[in-house]
């Protein structure tokens, strides 16, 4: 059985991470009021998983929004009209995505109790629960793990 390389998620029958997270995009977009309601948090905690997707500066910037989501209370609106305010004076200077060398990284790797992968194996009907689990996994282990 496969391993991937950033999650460590288990993958049987050469199913990829990135084709578990095209299942739970196509179960957002299917269900824009259930499913999609945790969209936000489903992106987060992908990328979060898969740091080597983003650029350092990206990583630290998603780990803040998850500290947001999840500690704060702050919903995708609040953070759309706070970046569309931040655009006009302190435009972003740095890219989001990994390019070459500037990959995101962690410090120390974090032991992740949930992956996209069980999200999907908990099927539709559970998704939003299912995620909301999951984005609160993700804190606690990038906590304990000192990342945040
Ligand atoms: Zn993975």
Redesign the pocket.
Known sequence: MAT?G??N?ELPDDRT?AAYFHQALAWDFEDPVVAGSVHHLTVLCFHL??PGLYSREGLEHAKGLLVEFLENGTTPDMIRRSEARNVQNDRRDWPVTARDSTSGKYRCPPKWTM?VKDVIAGGLECYPTSVKTWARSVFEALKESGNI
């Open positions: 991937c950033e999650c998620a991470c998983q898969h992956t």
